[in-house]
Structures are given as C-alpha cells and as structure tokens.
C-alpha cells in the first residue's frame, strides 16, 4: 500500500526533478562568466623591454622536455604590445648570446598575441646563462636583451 | 540515420587525432671521420633529409671558414679546421642548429 502511493509521487515528481537539474550550473555561472582563469596554470612570467618593444616572456614552471631527437627544449611564450604586432617581423630566442643574426635562435610562430618558440637548451647549465631575445622590425632595425635563464626556467633545479 | 552516425564519430575521431601542434625542428649531427674529416648529416625532426640545405663552418671571429650545402645524401664532409669553429645548420632564419668544435668528436 504504502509502496503503491512511493511510485505514485515518483511518477508525479520525476518530472519537477529533472527541471531543478537544470538550476545545478547555476552557482558555477558567476566564475564562467568571469575573466579571472578558473584554472590558473604554473607559469612564471618576466616584462622585459627590447629596445621599444616591452614584451611579456611566459613559460610553465617545469624542465626542459627531452624530444625523441636528444635535444632539451623549452616552449616560452611571447607577448608583444597589441600596438606593436605589425611593427615586429620576428621575435628569436636563444640560450647566449647569439653571435650574429643567423644564430639569432628560435624563431617565435603561431598567434601573433602570443608567438611561441621551442627553445634549445643546453644539457648542462652552469647557472650563469641567459635568455636572449632577438626582435627584428620591418625596418630592419634588430633589438636584443636578456635575462637569466634561472629566473625563467622553472621545474626542479 | 546511420551516415548521419558515421560522420558524427569521424568528426570525433578528427577531434580528438588533432594533438598539440609540434613544430618540426631542424637537427644536425657531426663526427670525426677517418683522419682529419668531419661529416655532418643534417635533417628535420619529422624524419625527413634536407639534401641542398647549407651547412655553413665559421670561425669564432665570424669568418665563415666552410661555405657547403649538404649533399644528396644529407651529408657534408670537410677537412677540420685548425682553429676554433662551429658548425651552422642553416635551414631558415630561425631554423639553425649550431655545433661546437668542441663537441665534434
């Protein structure tokens, strides 16, 4: 008896029901909407100004990985003044400094918001080196800086 | 129904087959052979050769000491300079490997 009347409000309610699921997102829509990263990635950051161009390095704190080919490489992320994106022809970089313009290092490809380039780094660091940055603008013009690779390496040390 | 149901699942597959995007990068290798020879074999890190891709040797005061492009084979032999060198892989700006005399054995 009492079973019969149970299946009778399931019957009646189930429907109630499965319109309150439809309330379940509604605590999580303020984080969606927003603009502050719900997950926020460990990467370290460094502003760094190469001639005229200030520009933003970014890159996961964790080591170099090790490619099927031997080398160590680090993916770093650039981000150029959306000002200056059609002013820059190429952003490079490269563990020390480069010896001339065709060693400039990697070249930085992809979304010109944020150009990425997988760097080579070298198997053994002695603690002193550093992260050049080679931009080159559509006058000619070349720009270089650096700064330590320790302070924008990241992993275990 | 059932196309309909076939093209649903190859766009789940091209979905999920799109990995990350890996540039492929360029990847030089040099030894010492027979004597005083140095050979370097150059390529890509997708497998493939770069026969007629320049392979330039300079020395530490930027004089370019071997002007070469790799063979058909994707190699380039030269006799081994007596002073301090580096070997230029050189397959575009930003494309370059470079070797130290010092880790050509």
């Known amino acids: 008896m009492r079973n019969d009347s149970m299946r009778h409000y399931w019957q009646r309610g189930k429907f109630h029901l499965s319109a309150l ?15 502050k990263p ?16 200030p520009v933003t390095l970014a890159t996961y704190d964790e080591a170099p990985a090790r490619m099927p080919t031997g080398e160590r490489m680090k993916e770093y992320r650039i981000h150029i003044r959306p000002a200056d994106i059609d002013r820059v022809r190429g952003v490079f970089l490269r563990v ?7 060693t400039a290092g990697a070249l930085a490809f992809g979304n010109p918001y944020e150009r990425e380039a997988d760097v080579t780094v070298p198997d053994e660091l002695g603690g002193r080196e550093e992260l050049w940055v080679t931009m080159e603008d559509w006058s000619g013009g070349v720009h270089q800086a650096s700064l330590p690779l320790g302070e924008i390496f990241g992993g275990k040390r | 129904m059932k196309t309909h149901r076939l093209f649903a699942l190859a766009g789940l597959f091209a979905l999920c087959a799109a990995g990350a995007a890996q540039a492929h990068y360029p990847i030089c290798e040099c030894r010492m052979v027979e004597g005083e020879t140095v050979q370097c074999t150059g390529g890509f890190s997708d497998g493939s050769k770069a026969p007629g891709v320049v392979l330039d040797v300079i020395a530490y005061d930027e004089q370019v000491l071997v002007k070469g492009k790799l063979g058909p084979d994707s190699t380039l032999s030269f006799q081994r300079p007596a ?3 580096y070997v230029l892989f050189d397959a575009g700006p930003g494309h370059t490997v470079e070797i130290e005399h010092t880790a050509i054995k």
Do not use: C, H, T, W
């Open chain 1, 21 to 35: 699921m439809m309330l379940v997102p509604l605590p999580f829509l303020p984080d969606y909407f927003s603009p």
């Open chain 1, 96 to 102: 020390g400094k480069p010896r001339s313009l065709r």
């Open chain 2, 83 to 85: 002073q301090d060198f």
């Open chain 1, 38 to 53: 719900i997950f926020v990635p460990p990467e370290i950051r460094r502003d760094i100004a190469v001639g005229p161009f």
